[in-house]
């Protein structure tokens, strides 16, 4: 089994910096693209950003400038650097990925469990 675990969420105040990290484990053959998705309450789930495998990425208008994504292929991991946080970021921030495990030979898409970031005014 693929699990994803995100960590990092918190209260923070506007202007200020999280960090969010996701860790994929489990049977893991390889793993394609990673990214983190939110949604606010009343509101659909959304694309934030996302990174390939050969570190090319792509952000929502809204991250782009405030958000950088990376991540570590060995470690199995995808960070969120958010900076210059606004109250209108406030979500649960989902991790996503493509992962291929060792028992099927074609990639599947995995969720986290969400991490919660509220963004004071």
């Known amino acids: 089994q693929v699990q994803l675990v995100e960590s990092g969420g918190g209260l923070v105040q506007a202007g200020g910096s999280l960090r969010l990290s996701c860790a994929a484990s489990?049977?893991?053959?390889?793993?394609?693209?990673m990214g983190w998705y939110r949604q606010a309450p009343g509101k659909q789930r959304e694309l934030v950003a996302v990174?390939?495998?050969?570190?090319?990425?792509n952000y929502a208008d809204s991250a782009k400038g405030r958000f950088t994504i990376l991540r570590d292929n060995a470690k199995k991991t995808v960070y969120l650097q958010m900076n210059s946080l606004k109250p209108e970021d406030t979500a649960v921030y989902y991790c996503?990925?493509?992962?291929?495990?060792?028992?099927?030979?074609?990639?599947?898409?995995?969720w986290g469990q969400g991490t919660q970031v509220t963004v004071s005014s």
């Open positions: 996503n990925a493509d992962v291929r495990s060792y028992s099927f030979s074609l990639y599947q898409n995995y």
């Open positions: 489990g049977s893991i053959f390889s793993i394609n693209a």
């Open positions: 990174i390939t495998s050969g570190g090319s990425t």
